[in-house]
């Protein structure tokens, strides 16, 4: 089992919808976790942070499940502009492991 | 602006040479990291840096070296390059180690034949 596992998608929405992400982490004992976008062909970059409150960002909303491991990100209206890949980040044990992504294609 | 600079972006290497993908940044990060991605795969850590002076071997870390004489650079070596390091490789930095926000360079696409 992967350490930190994500659905590949792709998925296809239309503008101003609601979409949302799972990803599964594996540690019991993992400390931190993070959304990170990756444009197609450029590099990862902080989308952010998901603290064990739940915590929202403009129109990204990321919440952490403990219990069940794993944690989500919804993006609500939809724009051409979000179409990436998220990428599931999970730390612990003094170490950083990245889910494969979930691809995300926006479309008007 | 000041971030991340990788070099080369592209290369195209015959197995068994020798390459070094260079790396530079200007934010005065002490902690920097070198991953690789594969399709169907997450970031995998090669090596990382804390701080100048010091490295420490990540997840995949065979066939690869790395030195961090100083806090702006941070090489990364293929001493004899295989087809299986066909790769995309990014190089990182963050103050404040890997609970913090990581910054990438734009990547380096490596392919060995």
Redesign the interface.
């Known amino acids: 089992r992967k350490e930190v596992e994500q659905d590949p998608g792709p998925f296809n929405v239309p503008e101003g919808a609601t979409v949302a992400f799972n990803c599964t982490y594996s540690n019991s004992a993992s400390q931190s976790f993070f959304w990170y976008r990756q444009d197609c062909r450029k590099e990862p970059k902080l989308l952010m942070s998901v603290y064990s409150s739940g915590n929202e960002d403009g129109r990204f909303t990321a919440q952490l499940n403990r219990a069940s491991q794993y944690i989500s990100l919804l993006i609500r209206d939809s724009k051409l502009s979000d179409s990436a890949t998220y990428l599931c980040v999970v730390f612990y044990g003094n170490k950083l492991v990245f889910g494969a992504g979930t691809i995300l294609r926006v479309k008007s | 602006i000041a971030g991340i600079t990788q070099a080369p972006t592209s290369q195209i290497l015959a197995a068994g040479r020798r390459m070094t993908l260079r790396c530079t940044q200007d934010m005065r990060h002490n902690a920097m990291y070198w ?1 690789r991605q594969d399709l ?6 090669i090596h990382y840096s804390n701080t100048a002076g010091t490295t420490g071997k ?2 995949v870390p065979d066939g690869y070296s790395v030195s961090r004489a100083n806090t702006d650079d941070f090489p990364l070596t293929l001493a004899s390059a295989v087809p299986s390091q066909t790769s995309v490789y ?1 190089c990182a930095s963050s103050e404040q180690g ?2 913090g ?2 910054f ?4 380096s696409r490596l392919t060995v034949l």
Do not use: A, I, K
């Not at chain 2, 169907?40 to 850590?45: A, E, F, Q, Y």
């Not at chain 2, 990438?104 to 990547?107: D, I, K, L, S």
């Open positions: 991953y169907g795969l997450g970031l995998r850590l990540g997840e990014f890997v609970t926000e990581l990438f360079g734009e990547g």
